[in-house]
């Protein structure tokens, strides 16, 4: 079991940065990739970035150049840097790892932290 917590999100102005932060605890040694996913009411949800074990990363086109993904060696603490922040970045961004135990992938997520940008 890996446990997930968010935190790092909050209302800011158009043009700002915030810098989310998740904390990994339980059986995180298990963790090969990590990611944020973010879901607006009106969307469905989005992968936002993702990074795997090697340093690799990926970013959605909407938030190239302006995010930026990165983690601790293990894994224990994942984050995602947002700067030049637009409305259209409002959502709730959710943390996501994924686990290999023996032969299964297991996905684990956090609570969801909402990010509000305002014009």
């Known amino acids: 079991q890996v446990q997930l917590v968010e935190s790092g999100g909050g209302l800011v102005q158009t043009g700002g940065s915030l810098k989310l932060s998740c904390a990994a605890s339980?059986?995180?040694?298990?963790?090969?990739?990590a990611a944020w996913y973010r879901q607006d009411p009106e969307n469905e949800p989005q992968l936002v970035a993702s990074i795997v074990g090697g340093g690799s990363t990926y970013y959605a086109a909407s938030v190239k150049g302006r995010f930026t993904i990165s983690r601790d060696n293990a894994f224990n603490t994942v984050y995602l840097q947002m700067n030049d922040l637009n409305p259209e970045d409002t959502a709730v961004y959710y943390c996501?790892?994924?686990?290999?135990?023996?032969?299964?992938?297991?996905?684990?997520w956090g609570q969801g932290t909402q990010i509000t940008v305002s014009s």
């Open positions: 339980g059986d995180t040694i298990c963790i090969t990739a």
């Open positions: 996501n790892v994924n686990c290999l135990m023996g032969s299964r992938d297991v996905d684990y």
